[in-house]
């Protein structure tokens, strides 16, 4: 009867753990069209422009994320006149935020679905809520970004792992290994950040096996923890296939691309260049310390609880608390060795601690009666929801009035086809770029191609190279006396920022 009433209670719980995703959600959507953009947004629009227009990435402009969000974002120009219409560009960055908060949407039902696999549907439910109430999470997933097509990916894969984990027929479990690591192979090829889950995820995994109490080629119909063990060659073996299907989406992307000339550039902008990134910078961990606090330490004690339960046996058909353990320590273990840890870096993270906060808060839940457990909700609730709360009207305040400003003079001063040059500022997302790197910022500039560069410059004081107009921020400027010359001898400015070709008709 006990659990029957935790479970009648919990039945009575969802709707309003819906309802108030459903709140959140809706509040992503209002802050859309007025929020400030970042500039990856920028970026990341404009390749997407590119590869619509025809354009391969790496060949025939920089950029040093893998390609899919690309590509699923390029047919969507086909509604927008993007280069002809301030308006219609404007529209269609709002419709790309739109598309993220679809997508991070589906990362929530599988963060939700992850949970229920390895718990109930409550602490599925209750991890969603936590989730999209993080502020970091809702900071970079309502932005254009290939990250947010690469969560869904990575959380379909730990989901399936999870099935996989928990069948007891080898060919079915075999099958679920493998589309699992296709889906991480999807999510690879939208960022390569992902690579960063594959060693606590394949650790978990290769524990979680051994952990298994069963042997999936020999006692196909018997429960999870029936025969013994996998031995070291069945778990290697199901390792490798797992591999094997992770490397398939980006064997096959690479084909793709080195049939169009693109295979080499392919290989270096996207592996070898960020492999050898000199910038170094892991600022973004302390706001995420200070924005995530609270479940931080719900998490601890739900993975700490888990881990736990599993080593004692008390719950050693729970295999899915290695695979998410292991799988959290490797991510958290790869923050001091991404050179440039961003705040999207920390977007694999959060899902898995909300679903430890989630199993912790239940546990303080449980361990209470009556009323205290009637003021103990709502002591979580209002403590969880402050800085969330917080973080939403600060998105609010931060409007992109300024960069709409700017885009617009862009759109004011030159046609469809005229040559934009801009650093970091993202004035030239809807023209055509005048330099291979379309976007420059203090991060890429020590990994500038000097010949490439000097060559560019040649190509300026002969006149063979034009750019209508020229966003001169302090990206640009840092090109070096050489360029500042040429502009202040080629272009005219009413306003310190923008300027303007002597030499090509308005």
Known sequence: MPADRENAGADRASPFLLLAIAGFIALWFAVLPTRLFDADEFEHAHAAWCVFKGMVPYRDFFEHHTPWYYYLVAPFFRWFRVDESFASARHFLVFGRGLSVALALISVAMAAWVGRLWRDRHT???????????????????????????????????????????????????GWFGAAGLALGGAVMCTQKMLFVLPGLLSGLALAMLLAGRSLSREGGRPPLAGQPLGPRAV???????????????????????????????FLNNFALNAAWRQRAHQQMLNVLATSWPVLLLALLGCATALSRLVTGQERRNLGSALLACTLGGLVAGIPIVPVAHRQYYLPILPIVCLFAAHGLLLLLRAVHGRARVGLCVLAAGGLAILPVRDLGQAFATRNDAQLARLRYVFDHTRPDDLVMDGWQGTGVFRPHAFYYAFIHVELLPMLSLPRVSAYLDALERGSHRPRLIALDDNLAALGSRFLRFVHKSYVTDNGFFYLSKHIPP
């Open 236 to 266: 290697i073996g199901l390792l490798a296939g797992f591999l094997a299907c992770i490397a398939m989406p980006g064997f096959l992307t690479w084909a793709a691309f080195a049939l169009g000339h693109g295979g080499t550039p392919f």
């Open 124 to 174: 599925g439910l209750l991890a969603g809520l936590l989730l999209v109430a993080q502020p970091v999470w809702f900071e970079k997933m309502v932005e254009m970004r290939p990250d947010v097509l690469a969560l869904p990916l990575y959380l379909a894969s730990l989901g399936l792992l999870l099935r996989g984990l928990a069948t007891p027929s080898a060919a079915r479990a075999v």
